[in-house]
Nanobody, 120 residues
């Protein structure tokens, strides 16, 4: 059974960089042919895909967030990380990590989500 767990600060100040980590257990993040994604859901809005890192280490980003987003991994810890720079209150959301056979759909395992609030 694959499990994903998000971790990171729950409060970030405007203009700072948000950094979240997803720790994976029960399976390796380098296993063919899975993609490990980050998504978010602002209050009262739908789920937004932000980006993904593949089993190969290749990265994929939402065009609307690409200039502010970076996804990386630490295979020794079986973790992947999201960094979102220059945050504003509009980046307040519940952030999720998930696994799927494609970069941005068909997820089969999800983390429970982590609330991140951007406020001074």
């Amino acid at each position: 059974q694959v499990q994903l767990q998000e971790s990171g600060p729950g409060l970030v100040k405007p203009s700072q960089t948000l950094s979240l980590t997803c720790t994976v257990s029960g399976g390796s993040i380098t296993t063919n042919y899975y993609y490990w994604s980050w998504m978010r859901q602002p209050p009262g809005k739908g789920l937004e895909w932000m980006g993904a890192i593949a089993y190969s280490g290749s990265t994929y980003y939402s065009p609307s967030l690409k200039s502010r987003t970076s996804i990386s991994w630490d295979t020794s810890k079986n973790q992947f990380t999201l960094q979102l720079s220059s945050v504003t209150p509009e980046d307040t959301a519940v952030y999720y990590c998930a696994r799927g056979p494609r970069p941005h759909s068909d997820y089969d395992y999800w983390g429970q989500g982590i609330q991140v609030t951007v406020s001074s």
